[in-house]
């Protein structure tokens, strides 16, 4: 096995136990063998037996080294756009109004029903490539446009072709119970039958990772989504909720009931709610640029999430209704500035936190054994990563221990 060393930089390591912020070293190495990290620490004590080993060193530049970033929460892939209803919000209709006329979700399904696979997959490649230009390494896509299980298998096989031969790993998440497609208008019940039709012909044909589903008002019931969630554990499925987004619905405290890996939204979550994700140690994913672009103004309940130590995520939830961004850098912003997260904080949201809302545990730190997926940035210090608007100061992706 090869092994090769990066020098001349400092490293972020985000490992929880560290006591240093950022568990930033300052003068570092890191070594990486077999796509794994190998070594990590002062450069000065980097052991003789792995430099001897060493049959490639890079000079970093002094460059600051993070884990790759992971997009935990994404819809990438779908046909057409909404750049109309962003229009007829800004004229005064709510999400919900504009979904209740036969927008929303509805015209985002219609679209993509109407596109080839071809087709999905050159547009979704843009945003894919947007996303890998500041520093993506993990990213998850969610179905959930197609709501019939030939366009539900469209867009996940889309999904999941994203990922190969590029520097990046795709999640797919089965997102059949997201909204309900015009053929089942006045029926929620019946469809959720066919959603649970769908689910394990998609799973046997190897393209779910996870099961999601839209827990309120405008969507499914916590009823509705228990069958899901019932459906989703038998096949040994892990889960996750868009929940409490628009109101309580309750939809925390049952998906903490299923052990689910994430919450996501969390504008209306509960005290109940926390305690739940609290107690079943479920991870609560941050969508800061949906909550920016429908102009919210509850915000989660970040305070009570920090005292009771629930795991805070942040992701782009790209999509075409509520926030068509494919910069996860610009993320970090906001959530700082809009929901108050310290820059660690984000920073942990986007690297160690986001691959736990996935249930993966061999990325999103940098400590030996983990997957060698890392960035190099041209910054001073970790928090100017969260602190400039719009800048991408990424100089190059390593991604399963290979430059990308």
């Given at each position: 096995?090869?092994?090769?060393?990066?020098?001349?930089?400092?490293v972020?390591?985000?490992?929880p136990?560290?006591?240093?912020?950022?568990?930033?070293?300052?003068?570092?190495?890191?070594?990486?063998?077999?796509?794994k990290?190998l070594?990590?620490?002062?450069?000065?004590?980097?052991?003789a037996?792995?430099?001897?080993?060493?049959t490639?060193?890079?000079?970093?530049?002094?460059?600051?080294?993070?884990?790759?970033l992971?997009?935990?929460?994404?819809?990438l892939?779908?046909?057409?756009?909404?750049?109309?209803?962003?229009?007829?919000?800004l004229?005064g209709a709510?999400?919900?109004?504009?979904a209740?006329a036969?927008?929303?979700?509805?015209?985002?399904?219609?679209?993509?029903?109407?596109?080839?696979e071809?087709?999905?997959?050159?547009?979704?490649?843009?945003?894919?490539?947007?996303?890998?230009?500041?520093?993506?390494?993990?990213?998850?896509?969610?179905?959930?446009?197609?709501?019939a299980?030939?366009h539900?298998?469209?867009?996940?096989r889309?999904?999941?072709?994203?990922?190969?031969?590029?520097?990046?790993?795709?999640?797919?998440?089965?997102?059949?119970?997201?909204a309900i497609?015009?053929?089942?208008t006045?029926?929620?019940?019946?469809?959720?039958?066919?959603?649970?039709?769908?689910?394990?012909?998609?799973h046997?044909?190897?393209?779910?990772?996870?099961?999601?589903?839209f827990?309120?008002?405008?969507?499914?019931?916590?009823?509705q989504?228990?069958?899901?969630f019932?459906?989703?554990?038998?096949?040994?499925?892990?889960?996750?909720?868009?929940?409490?987004q628009?109101?309580?619905?309750g939809?925390?405290?049952?998906?903490?009931?299923?052990?689910?890996?994430?919450?996501d939204?969390?504008?209306?979550?509960?005290?109940?709610?926390?305690?739940?994700?609290?107690?079943?140690?479920?991870v609560?994913?941050l969508?800061?640029?949906?909550?920016?672009?429908l102009?919210?103004?509850?915000?989660?309940?970040i305070?009570?999430?920090?005292?009771?130590?629930v795991?805070?995520?942040?992701?782009?939830?790209?999509n075409?209704?509520?926030?068509?961004?494919?910069?996860?850098?610009?993320?970090l912003?906001?959530?700082?500035?809009?929901?108050?997260?310290t820059p660690?904080?984000?920073l942990?949201?986007?690297?160690?936190h986001?691959?736990?809302?996935?249930?993966?545990?061999?990325?999103?730190?940098?400590?030996?054994?983990?997957?060698?997926?890392?960035v190099?940035?041209?910054?001073?210090?970790?928090?100017?990563?969260?602190?400039?608007?719009?800048?991408?100061?990424?100089?190059q992706?390593?991604?399963?221990?290979?430059?990308?």
């Open positions: 096995m090869t092994v090769q060393i990066w020098r001349h930089c400092r972020a390591t985000l490992q136990a560290d006591p240093a912020p950022y568990g930033l070293i300052e003068d570092a190495a890191l070594a990486v063998e077999d796509g990290v070594w990590v620490g002062p450069l000065a004590a980097l052991p037996e792995v430099k001897k080993r060493s490639r060193e890079h000079d970093a530049g002094g460059a600051l080294i993070t884990p790759g992971i997009d935990c929460h994404t819809h892939v779908y046909g057409g756009d909404r750049a109309h209803e962003f229009e007829l919000r004229q709510s999400y919900e109004d504009v209740r036969g927008g929303g979700i509805a015209s985002t399904v219609k679209a993509t029903r109407l596109a080839s071809q087709e999905l997959a050159a547009q979704s490649m843009k945003r894919l490539q947007a996303l890998m230009a500041e520093g993506v390494t993990t990213v998850e896509i969610k179905s959930g446009y197609g709501l299980l030939e539900e298998r469209k867009t996940l889309v999904a999941r072709a994203l990922g190969q031969g590029q520097a990046v790993e795709v999640r797919t998440t089965f997102l059949g119970a997201h497609p015009p053929e089942f006045g029926r929620s019940d019946d469809y959720i039958d066919e959603v649970l039709r769908m689910l394990p012909t998609l046997a044909e190897g393209l779910v990772d996870a099961v999601d589903a827990c309120e008002r405008i969507a499914f019931s916590t009823v989504t228990e069958r899901v019932e459906a989703a554990c038998a096949l040994g499925l892990p889960v996750k909720l868009h929940a409490e628009l109101s309580d619905s939809g925390a405290q049952l998906a903490a009931r299923y052990g689910a890996i994430s919450c939204h969390l504008e209306w979550l509960s005290d109940a709610g926390v305690a739940a994700m609290a107690q079943a140690g479920s609560a994913v969508l800061p640029g949906a909550f920016y672009f102009r919210e103004t509850k915000l989660p309940p305070s009570q999430l920090r005292e009771e130590g795991p805070m995520a942040i992701s782009t939830d790209c075409p209704g509520s926030s068509p961004c494919t910069s996860l850098l610009l993320m912003n906001m959530a700082c500035t809009l929901f108050r997260l660690e904080e984000a942990a949201g986007v690297t160690r986001a691959a736990r809302a996935l249930g993966l545990h061999d990325r999103g730190t940098l400590a030996a054994g983990q997957r060698a997926d890392f190099l940035w041209d910054v001073a210090h970790p928090a100017q990563l969260s602190y400039a608007i719009g800048a991408n100061p990424r100089l992706t390593v991604f399963k221990g290979e430059l990308a």
